[in-house]
């Protein structure tokens, strides 16, 4: 499927969150996580300082019509927990093929949410993707785990930069097949 095909981006149930498209209203409880130095050094994108901004342009891009990305807000509040846990993303690629992205508050690390969001997602596959990739930085084997967990295999290492450490940083890459 054509990311262009993919008009309104769906809400996917697990059983302790929601995954919903990004609100401006979330802006400033994600922009405090963000700013954490801890969760910007395991993303590519996260700036560290988080400049003023940031996550009101990251939300606008979510929601715009020529995304390639889709993101996620993992939302608790329904079951009692904050409204949004952290966040989730499939970015379009070519041949059918797409990359998950995820991060999790630190107050919420090591309590299954980043496992729960990565499957409900891959359950969901609303990219109606055949192969997802994935990548962590190797000083970050818990989400490693993650992925290892949620069926993806090993494919090899590779190196990405990371805005907020300002280097190319070495990472495992992942992969998980969507259909047979």
């Known amino acids: ?42 993303t590519r994108s996260i700036p560290h300082p988080l400049p003023p901004g940031t996550i009101e342009a990251m939300i606008d891009r979510a929601g715009a019509a020529d995304r390639s990305e889709d993101i996620w807000v993992i939302d608790g509040s329904a079951h009692g927990h904050a409204e949004a846990l952290g966040l989730i993303s499939l970015e379009c690629m070519d041949r059918n093929q797409s990359e998950i992205f995820y991060w999790i508050a630190p107050a919420f690390w090591n309590t299954g949410l980043a496992s729960e969001a990565v499957r409900a997602l891959i ?43 300002g280097a190319t940083v070495p990472t495992w890459t992942y992969t998980l097949k969507t259909t047979s």
Request: proline fraction near 4%; charge should be negative; glycine fraction near 8%.
């Open 1 to 42: 499927m054509i990311h262009e095909e993919i008009t309104v981006q769906q809400t996917i149930t697990a059983d302790r969150f929601v995954l919903r498209p990004c609100r401006k209203s979330d802006a400033g409880l994600i922009a405090m996580y963000a700013g954490d130095e801890r969760v910007a050094r395991g």
């Open 123 to 165: 359950a969901a596959n609303p990219h109606h993707s055949d192969t997802i990739f994935a990548e962590v930085f190797q000083d970050n084997p818990g989400s490693a785990r993650v992925l290892t967990n949620c069926g993806f295999d090993y494919l090899g290492d590779a190196e990405a930069f990371s805005v907020a450490r």
